[in-house]
């Protein structure tokens, strides 16, 4: 029989306990985030006049591009939820849709861009998609959160929207109350007491329009942003006109100036000293670029000898086309005249007779 010898048997012992101690330690991996019970139910295409049971505006809605909705049913165990899924152009269309929508009571989601609740709705937009989420009052943001990521997927983190426009500025800004605008019916009920025809929305106008303290009183900013500095250049001189800008008229005066291709008007700010504190955070600034060469791998004596060889190729092929022409125009008057000689095309050239009738 053979025997271990007790040291070597007792180095043995050793290595199987600690080999079952580093086993236990291995690290495990524990998710911390729990994934989110809701799941979309059934999805129910629908008109824009849908819009209506959930409070929103045909109108308004289908000037920042939405053409039809989505009714989605959420459900999370006896929990059920339907949701209006409206899809606009892009990211900004729907930044827009919150603005107009939202109200003052509402507040902000945490950690939830352009999400907000209050009453017994929650607003949001999330990329190109504006949600709402009606019956607010039993679910809680974290529940807000679950329904939104299983109707649209959440975009990568730190992934910027570039299409959204710059915020206005915040101090002295009154919560909720800054909007995007981007037709005349939005507008109109934005800014009941402006003529929106003068924005020039047909033109392709931007609005942003936000309520300021000032003083005792409210004042409202306005940011309009135009295609071209020529088109704000020639809607300022008919706000002038019509409007009497920077003509002290009392507390309904408007005030404004023109910065390259945006017009910043101010309303209701009481005095003329209260709209330009509300200009001067606006300043033009030009940035002067020049052309960037054309980068290529191949230098510029093998691109020009491609560009020489690609001219060569297009006059080969207009002679191809020409030459082809006439051999076909050459068979076509053989033919003729074998086949057909009494017709104009069949008859030899030289017995051709012209007659001219002459009196």
């Known amino acids: 029989m053979l025997r271990l010898p007790a040291k070597r048997l007792a ?21 911390l985030i729990s994934p989110s019970d809701w799941r979309v139910a059934s999805s129910i295409k629908a008109g824009l006049d849908a819009v209506r049971d959930y ?39 729907a930044y827009g849709l919150v603005t107009f929508y939202r109200k003052e009571s509402m507040r902000p989601v945490v950690a939830f861009p352009f999400a ?21 009052t039993e679910l809680s943001e974290k529940t807000i959160k679950g329904i939104a990521d299983v109707l649209v997927t959440p975009p990568p983190p730190g992934e910027t ?14 919560p909720s109350s800054d909007k995007y605008l981007l037709g005349n019916e939005a507008a109109r009920r934005a800014l009941p007491s402006f003529r929106t025809d003068l924005l020039g929305f047909s033109q392709g106008a931007e609005v942003q329009s936000g309520d300021y303290a000032v003083g005792k ?14 088109i704000s250049r020639l809607r300022f001189a008919e706000m002038e006109k019509q409007l009497a800008v920077n003509q002290d008229h009392g507390p309904e005066s408007i005030y404004g100036r023109r910065l390259g291709s945006f017009v910043i008007l101010v ?32 230098s510029v004596v093998i691109e020009m000898g491609r560009l020489v060889l690609a001219n060569i ?17 050459f068979l076509a008057h053989e033919t003729f005249k074998r086949w057909l000689p009494n017709t104009q095309w069949g008859s030899p050239d030289e017995a051709t007779i012209i007659r001219l009738k002459l009196n």
Request: with cysteine; net charge neutral.
């Open 11 to 31: 180095a043995c012992l050793a290595l199987i306990a600690l080999a079952h101690l580093s086993w236990a330690q291995r690290p495990s991996a524990i998710s």
């Open 116 to 136: 907000f609740i209050g009453g017994d709705e929650a607003i949001l937009a999330r990329g190109r998609y504006f949600i709402r989420i009606p019956g607010t």
């Open 55 to 93: 409070g929103g505006d045909p109108a308004v809605d289908a000037e920042y591009g939405v053409k039809s909705v989505e009714i989605r049913t959420c459900q999370s165990g006896e929990r059920i939820v339907k949701v209006l899924v409206e899809p606009s152009p892009d990211p900004s269309a």
């Open 217 to 230: 009183g409210r004042a409202t900013l306005l940011v309009i942003e135009y295609p071209t500095p020529q």
């Open 313 to 329: 190729i297009f006059v080969m092929i207009l002679g191809g086309i020409a030459l082809g022409g006439g051999v076909a125009f």
């Open 161 to 174: 929207q570039g299409s959204i426009p710059d915020a206005l500025p915040s101090k002295g800004l009154i």
């Open 267 to 298: 309303l209701n700010s009481g005095t003329s000293a209260s709209a330009k504190s509300l200009m001067d955070v606006f300043k033009e600034s030009g940035q002067v670029t020049q052309n960037e060469r054309y980068q290529s791998a191949k």
